[in-house]
């Protein structure tokens, strides 16, 4: 089944580096405008994911940049991104992962994590969902983790906003489906992204990953983006409620 997407606008959180560049990308070249988001730093990357909105028609040199660590700041993306046109696609890729023993958990951390990861989700939706509803059509995509169903040791909060965000996706699922919304999680396990660079760069430590995994190899962010876009489609209009898994069988 082609997958086209021409005629669609896309906002891509945290599309200046990593999985996130990735999917914007893909969207893009599936004919879609691509509206991008992200902080600049070192790790963010230039082209369609890095470069604002894309594709046909695109509308704008530079991403988006509000800091989704901020309360609200969700809601101010949603209403800078409608300003540009109708918004029919969301994928949620921002997120902060915070590494520490639950004992040394340090309260900020904490917060930043459920703000950008659960929180401004949330304040997103509250404001794109609507005229979605009341066009009949929108795709939402939530990238989630593993984690959420085998917590890394030191990355409690993160796991727990990943498990609580794959929630919300249930509930809005059954919501919005009546208005021809479908909410999705897709999930990777082990990804070459540049947050995961230090950790993976330690041959011991990637050792024991890659036994882990039965396919024999780390995944790349290019990995998801088959998925990214079947679930983006209008042929997954039937496909709701779900948490597609892409690890490489890490955890079949």
């Given at each position: 089944m082609p997958t086209s997407l021409a005629g669609r606008t896309a906002l891509v959180t945290g599309s200046t580096s990593g999985i996130g560049a990735a999917i914007a990308t893909a969207l893009a070249e599936a004919g879609a405008v691509v509206i991008g988001h992200g902080l600049q730093g070192p790790t963010a990357v230039a082209g369609p994911g890095g470069s604002g909105a894309v594709g046909p028609g695109a509308l704008e040199p530079a991403p988006l940049t509000e800091d989704l660590a901020v309360e609200g700041a969700g809601a101010a993306l949603a209403e800078q991104a409608l300003r540009l046109g109708p918004v029919d696609i969301v994928v949620h890729a921002a997120s902060i992962q915070v590494r520490a023993p639950w004992t040394q958990i340090d309260p900020a951390d904490a917060r930043r994590q459920i703000q950008v990861n659960l929180l401004s989700a949330v304040e997103l939706l509250q404001v794109l969902v609507p005229p979605m509803a009341e066009r009949g059509w929108g795709r939402i995509l939530a990238i989630g983790s593993v984690q959420r169903r085998a917590p890394h040791p030191e990355m409690a909060?993160?796991?727990?906003?990943?498990?609580?965000q794959h929630n919300l996706v249930l509930g809005l699922a059954t919501q919005l489906a009546p208005s021809g919304i479908t909410v999705n999680t897709l999930s990777p396990g082990v990804i070459e992204t540049p947050r995961n660079t230090q950790a993976?760069?330690?041959p011991d430590y990637r050792a024991q990953v890659l036994a882990q995994i039965p396919a024999g190899r780390i995944g790349a962010p290019a990995d998801l983006v088959?998925?990214?876009?079947?679930?983006?489609?209008?042929?997954?209009?039937?496909?709701?409620?779900?948490?597609?898994?892409?690890?490489?069988?890490?955890?079949?």
């Open positions: 909060i993160y796991a727990a906003t990943k498990a609580a993976l760069s330690e088959g998925a990214a876009l079947l679930l983006c489609s209008e042929g997954a209009g039937y496909l709701t409620g779900q948490d597609l898994v892409v690890d490489g069988g890490m955890t079949s």
